[in-house]
């Protein structure tokens, strides 16, 4: 079967007045149809650049400079502006990290979101209205009818989210890139929001790309999980595959750093100091990696199969797995 | 319903701020060094006019009680008498107030009319050679003097081309003044039908109004398109792109966000066109209200300056006042 | 500037760190002036008016108050390059006389407001919000600046130089008095965010009075913006002085300023000697632009997160 979406050394930059900054440094992946993969890595790894890359969203001085996004079969990165807005919000839809910032201060959400529908469906602003309603219930906004009239101001920071979410799948997409979708959530709220994105995403078939600095959510919600660190995948595997026999340094350490966490819904911080991303003459992690010798200076390694479905981007791996070195 | 909730509780607002205008208007004829009755009644005043409008202004009553006068006489509509008319400077005002009200009203809604498109496109297009015309333009605007821009106009225009009438007023003398019913000339021409006045008004209105237009436009044009350049990079507008929503449609979110910022640059600019006023009218002989205290500082004839303050403020609160309430209406913030 | 030290230690004395920066400062705000065309512009006018200031009636080729009957309005030429008014004096040395008048005013009005205004903003943002005497302080300098910006500024110049009678200390103390509310919001402003700051909590909790703490620790932090406003306020009120002084209310008439040469040049205007009005206009024209340039290439400078 095709995959629905591939990523093929995916290579992006931020141009400031001192130079290039890489930010995405050749990331690939893939994702089949009615599959959840998620995306973890701490803050400033790419996985938000990622996510709105796919949607061609981004703007200078952030560019792209190498790569492709092949979508159905066909390489977004080629695609001009309005055959891309043909597919976002209908094929491939997109939520935030921070609900009621994008959402359209002063317009009632009943107008944003028939806004949302019409844009894609031909239909009279009253069955806009009706759909708007539809989609209000099957997010779990008590009273949508009345809601309607509410503006992003009046609601709680759940209830932007589910809204963003509801404007989202209102087309029923192929795939749906989740960008931390409970950043600023207790924790109740997160699992109702993270429940409901499981069960619409499930409803349709659709993908789902959930990006997250929470290993926990993503063990829960996906089939897959991918880890990011500065810029590139270093290891991929499926979720059981994943919790039992992670090998790169930085998977094990995050893993440990979750089980510390787990109680108290803390996801990963970036370590101190700056990490330079982007050169290609050693491999990115050289200076927090506890295995680190000589030959991880002379060369960026490439993502390897370990084992079926399982890929690690790290010289020693199958030292690792066969549990010759300690991590 | 929350409107006139919102509109008692500014209203309410405005009656402190107005007690304390009267009181520094009131208090600033106190600045005088020297006796304020031989100031006020003139320099050929006799002694029995001073001693008039020493009893009229209560000199010899505590402070306090001068101050309640003052304000008596004002809501009565008694605001002195000008010693150089010889007039009640209420009727020097009333007839010409009308010829300020034109200039400023006109020289508003052309710097609207013109200003926010260009401002709008300005922030659409983004780079380019016109954008930095308009950089150019806003920061000339805001440096060259108003009344010299003025004169500037008159050489060219008047003296060079002979396009326009001379700054002799708002009329040729030649022409007969059309019967008053506003006191604002082009609307009395209109109104009596009568268009040699009404084309000659209009004549004499368009180099004092492109004076005012030219510098203040400046003002809508940087703020609006800084608001719209803002908006368009702004978040909500960001996300509309990624659910594939219209350009069209993500401009009309921009618009729909700027209007309230700008709602209150426009209150701003009715600010600056009632001191650029005073210039100008000098500038063009107008026979305005700023023409009027110029003309009293001049003279050191005090009851009008005074009055005239007064009156610039009172009209700058009813502005700010329906600037608020303007600004009210369009953002559904305030309202929540 | 201050702003870029850590902000979050205690720093009792941020007057010394001060001086040691300012040398560093300038010697990166030449590398940016360098850079910036407009900016440069505004320098090169600043310096120029700051030395007609100082020299410029000593320079001009004529006397700027003595008429010369029989020489009244001369077109320019090699000998008057700007030509002459109606009473015959040179306008070129009058253009250049002026800035002395011109400049003094406006820098000692601007130095008054900027005092007045950073003082009062300190005082009305650092307690804002707070109990007793000193709330009652900040709210009552807020309210007053309220009320007096229901004036448009030209007729409350006006009206203080109209009570108070022309003349240059008249036309200074208006000025200044105007230019308070200018430097009080921005410095308000600044303030408001510096007290929040890890170092401002610090400052107290080591035992500096309330007073100490607003007046040694936070308003050094604060004061980027005022300084950033002086250059344009000077422009302002150099705006100012020439319309006052256009209508004879400012500067009294034989000493050279450039508005009141407006005012005398205006009649000649429409009777076609165009050279009485516009040199003065457009000395002042340029005059504002050059100190507007310089604070807005100041205010570019200081804020780093404008800067890519």
């Known amino acids: 079967m095709p995959a629905l979406l591939e990523v093929r050394d995916l290579r992006v930059e931020y141009h400031r007045a001192s130079g290039p900054v890489v930010v995405l440094n050749g990331v690939g992946l893939t994702l089949q149809p009615g599959e959840s993969l998620g995306v973890v890595g701490e803050s400033g790894a790419g996985k938000s650049v990622l996510a709105r890359t796919i949607l061609g969203l981004l703007q200078p001085p952030w560019r792209i400079v190498g790569g492709s996004i092949i979508f159905q079969g066909q390489d977004l990165l080629q695609r001009s502006e309005r055959e891309l807005a043909r597919i976002r919000g209908r094929e491939i839809a997109l939520t935030t990290p921070e609900p009621r910032k994008h959402l359209n201060p002063v317009r009632t959400i009943g107008d944003s979101l028939a806004d949302v529908v019409q844009a894609h469906s031909r239909v009279s602003r009253r069955e806009a209205y009706a759909r708007a309603v539809a989609l209000l219930t099957a997010v779990g906004i008590p009273d949508p009818g009345l809601r309607l009239k509410s503006y992003p101001h009046e609601l709680s920071g759940g209830m932007c989210q589910r809204v963003i979410i509801a404007m989202g799948l209102a087309h029923s997409p192929k795939l749906l890139l989740a960008d931390e979708p409970t950043a600023g959530l207790d924790v109740t709220i997160s699992r109702q929001i993270l429940d409901l994105m499981h069960e619409l995403v499930n409803g349709f078939s659709s993908s789902l790309l959930l990006v997250s600095r929470d290993l926990g959510v993503v063990a829960h919600y996906c089939q897959r999980v991918a880890v990011m660190y500065a810029g590139q995948i270093v290891e991929v595997a499926d979720v059981p595959t994943f919790f039992a026999k992670a090998t790169h340094p930085y998977s094990r350490r995050l893993l440990r750093a979750a089980a510390a966490a787990r109680d108290e819904r803390r996801g990963v911080s970036a370590a101190m100091g700056e990490r330079a991303i982007g050169g290609d003459t050693e491999c990115a992690y050289v200076p927090r990696c506890p295995l680190a010798v000589e030959a991880c200076r002379q060369q960026r390694p490439a993502l390897e199969p370990l084992r079926d479905g399982h890929r690690v981007r790290c010289i020693r791996a199958a030292e690792i797995a066969s549990g010759a070195v300690e991590v | ?336 | ?308």
Not at chain 2, 223 to 246: D, Y
Not at chain 3, 121 to 132: D, L, N, Q, T
Request: hydrophobic share 55%.
């Open chain 3, 1 to 308: 500037m201050v702003t870029d030290l850590p902000a979050d230690l205690p720093r009792p004395g941020r007057w010394r760190a001060l001086a040691g920066g300012l040398a560093e400062e300038l010697c990166n705000l030449f590398v940016f002036a360098r850079s910036s065309p407009g900016f440069l512009f505004g320098l090169v006018v600043v310096v120029v008016t700051l030395f007609l200031a100082l020299f410029g009636p000593l320079v001009a080729p004529y006397n700027p108050e003595r008429a010369l009957p029989g020489s009244g309005l001369l077109p320019p030429s090699l000998a008057h390059p700007m030509g002459t008014d109606v009473s015959g004096i040179d306008i070129f040395s009058r253009v250049i006389s002026a800035p002395r008048v011109d400049l003094t005013i406006a820098l000692v009005s601007t130095a008054i407001a900027f005092v007045g205004g950073v003082v009062l903003g300190v005082i009305s943002g650092f307690f804002a919000g707070s109990r007793g005497f000193w709330r009652i302080a900040s709210e009552g300098i807020m309210r007053a600046a309220d009320v007096f910006q229901a004036f448009p500024v030209f007729v409350f110049a006006l009206a203080l130089v109209g009570f108070r009678g022309p003349g240059v200390s008249n036309v200074i103390i208006a000025l200044a008095f105007l230019n308070i509310p200018f430097f009080l919001r921005v410095t308000r402003g600044a303030v408001l965010q510096v007290r929040e700051r890890p170092f401002a909590e610090a400052a107290r909790c080591v035992g500096n009075s309330e007073l100490r703490v607003a007046f040694v620790h936070v308003m050094p932090n604060a004061l980027t913006p005022a300084l950033a406003n002086i250059s344009p306020g000077i422009g302002f009120s150099i705006l100012l002085t020439s319309g006052l002084s256009f209508v004879g209310a400012g500067v009294p008439k034989p000493t050279p300023e450039w508005g009141s040469m407006i005012a005398i040049g205006a009649p000649n205007m429409m009777t076609g000697q165009w050279w009485t009005a516009l040199f003065p206009g457009l000395a002042l024209g340029i005059t504002v632009l050059g100190y507007a340039l310089v604070g807005d290439g100041l205010r570019y400078y200081l804020d780093p997160t404008k800067r890519r």
């Open chain 2, 1 to 336: 319903m929350r409107f006139l909730k919102y509109s008692a509780k500014r209203l309410a607002l405005v009656v402190p701020q107005l007690l304390a205008v009267s009181i520094i208007v009131f208090f600033l004829v106190r600045l005088l060094p020297g006796d304020p009755a031989f100031l006020i009644a003139g320099q050929f005043a006799t002694k029995e006019r001073i001693a008039d409008v020493r009893a009229q202004l209560g000199l010899d009553k505590p402070l306090y009680e001068q101050y309640l006068i003052y304000m008596r006489n004002v809501l009565h509509g008694d605001f002195g008498t000008s010693w150089r008319s010889s007039k009640p400077v209420v009727k020097d005002i009333a007839q010409r107030l009308p010829g300020t009200i034109e200039l400023v009203v006109l020289s508003a809604l052309l710097s609207i009319l013109i200003g926010v498109p260009i401002g709008v496109l300005s922030a659409v297009r983004g780079k380019g050679l016109a954008n930095k015309a308009l950089f150019v333009y806003g920061m000339l605007a805001g440096s060259i003097p108003d009344f010299w821009l003025g004169l500037i106009f008159i050489f060219v225009f008047f003296s060079l081309l002979q396009w326009l009438p001379g700054p002799i007023g708002q009329l040729d003398p030649t022409v007969e003044t059309p019967p008053t019913v506003t006191g604002m000339i082009v609307v009395d021409a209109a109104l009596a039908r009568d268009w040699e006045a009404f084309r000659s008004a209009v004549l004499h209105l368009a180099l004092p109004v492109a004076t005012l237009t030219v510098v203040y436009m400046s003002l809508i044009i940087k703020n609006v398109r800084s608001t719209v350049e803002e908006m368009i990079k702004s978040e909500f507008v960001e996300h509309a792109r990624a659910l594939g929503l219209s350009p069209l449609t993500r401009l009309r979110y921009a618009l729909q966000n700027s209007l309230p910022p700008v709602v209150t640059v426009v209150g701003i600019l009715v600010w600056f066109l009632l001191g650029g006023a005073v210039l100008v009218e000098t500038v063009f002989a107008w026979g305005g209200l700023g023409q009027y205290a110029v003309e009293a500082v001049v003279n050191s004839d005090y009851a009008p300056l005074q009055a005239f303050v007064l009156l610039a403020a009172v009209f700058t609160m009813l502005v700010f006042l329906l600037v608020d309430l303007a600004y009210f209406m369009v953002d559904p913030r305030i309202r929540g």
